[in-house]
């Protein structure tokens, strides 16, 4: 899967007993999701506890099967459509890079009955559970690395917030959905918000994958702390909890350009402008997980599977999610080397040594001769660069940096032509004609 990750089952095992091997490994009832998925999050766990901070960021996802005959989905999207919730928690390090899966969960919606209770409502399995559910699921790092529980508004739940704060080193970064009343009743959330002093202004980068934009918008700062007060007449919830808030608002968007609103709540100390817009920071890398989603659907082809039931999807997704990863972190390894300077010598990505290391001679020799260079001189800065060209990236002066899907696109053409090599190699050495 790695290998093609874009390919059917069909051309990924294309021995036959492979493909049946395969079938029968994902129409196993013994054989669990997380059982699949559980020495890749083992390995996710230990790279994170080498770190001091660690996001953990969450979303939902919906997998569409409309149309096809497979047992046990439910309905998805507003249509008449069926298929699988996915919740995914991702590890981030604070500077954008992925490391993996730290948790998942995949499950079929519930519909609303008509007439629902509030009591009644919450009895019933709802999706606001997946938030809380996930925070309990991934736990603690311990006392050197803290997880701070990244999340949209979806998220927005006194009992995401209570999870979190249950956990040992835990903390949250919510964006807010709920204008909640606040401190003992007296305002409202977005009324308190409105009435803090601009504190600064900041540029932030807004990408997004499902509406393909990418821009810079100026917001303005705001940050005070706050007193949340509880549901009411909620059984479980009782006393307020105190969090710190940052709204960032957009004060000057262009015409037909949704403006920026962020009110973040947050359980990291705010006490000065750069620590909002750490938060403010934070919370910009909340797409990486649309990315994540847009390379298991399209990278991986997740939703074009032909299994006849939602347990073998499941553990076709556990597998998709894995590759899924690798994909990304292809991009961001080619994205931080090319991004660095050519005339800083110090660097990593212009010292041929760093990688000659770590990567193997056939793929070193090949990529050289691609880019019209000597194998010792080959840098890896240049390496990833020649790689993205051969996905189709133009390198001009003012393109932005290669994505996922054309590294991937290099990646696989270069690939191929060391397997090639390889299978060539025991013939030129015995100097038999083909």
């Not at 298929?83 to 919606?109: E, M, N, Y």
């Not at 909890?241 to 359980?267: F, K, Q």
Request: glycine share 8%; net charge neutral.
């Amino acid at each position: 899967m790695a290998q093609a990750p874009d390919q059917s089952l069909p051309q990924q095992n294309k021995e036959w007993g492979e493909l049946m091997g395969a079938y029968r490994f994902l129409n196993n009832s013994k054989t669990t999701p997380h059982q699949i998925q559980s020495t890749h999050r083992a390995r996710v766990r230990e790279q994170c506890r080498s770190r001091p901070v660690v996001l953990a960021v969450q979303d939902t996802s919906e997998l569409d099967f409309t149309g096809r005959t497979v047992q046990g989905l439910g309905p998805i999207g507003n249509g008449g459509g069926q298929g699988l919730l996915q919740h995914s928690t991702l590890a981030i390090d604070p500077k954008g890079h992925l490391v993996g899966v730290l948790h998942q969960i995949w499950r079929l919606r519930v519909s609303v009955p008509e007439g629902e209770t509030r009591a009644e409502r919450r009895q019933r399995p709802r999706e606001s559970d997946f938030w809380p559910e996930s925070v309990r699921a991934v736990g603690s790092l311990g006392s050197t690395t803290r997880i701070v529980h990244l999340t949209d508004r979806g998220g927005d739940d006194f009992g995401t917030i209570m999870a979190c704060r249950e956990q040992e080193n835990v903390g949250f970064l919510i964006r807010a959905r709920h204008d909640r009343w606040v401190n003992d009743g007296t305002d409202k959330l977005w009324s308190f918000m409105s009435q803090q002093p601009v504190a600064g202004y900041r540029d932030v980068p807004i990408e997004s994958s499902m509406v393909n934009e990418r821009r810079i918008a100026r917001v303005s700062i705001r940050y005070a702390q706050v007193r949340l007060d509880p549901p009411k007449r909620h059984p479980q919830f009782k006393d307020p909890i105190d969090v710190w808030v940052v709204y960032a608002r957009e004060e000057n968007a262009l015409d037909g350009v949704e403006p920026i609103e962020w009110m973040l709540l947050t359980s990291e100390a705010v006490l000065t402008l750069a620590n909002a817009e750490e938060r403010i920071d934070g919370y910009g890398l909340r797409w990486i997980i649309e990315e994540f989603h847009k390379s298991e659907k399209t990278g991986c082809r997740l939703e074009r599977v032909q299994l006849k039931s939602a347990e073998a999807i499941k553990r076709w997704a556990a597998l998709v999610a894995i590759t899924a990863v690798r994909l990304i972190q292809l991009r961001d390894l080619a994205q931080d080397a090319i991004g660095e300077s050519m005339d800083d010598p110090s660097s990593p990505a212009n010292q041929p040594e760093a990688l000659q290391a770590f990567v193997p001679r056939p793929w070193v020799l090949i990529v050289a001769k691609l880019a019209q260079c000597d194998g010792i001189e080959l840098t890896p800065r240049r390496f990833w660069l020649t790689i993205a060209k051969r996905g189709g990236y133009l390198a001009r002066k003012g393109d932005g940096p290669p994505g996922w899907s054309t590294i991937w696109r290099g990646w696989y053409d270069i690939m191929l032509m060391v397997h090639g090599a390889e299978l060539l190699a025991p013939i030129a050495e015995s100097g038999t004609c083909v």
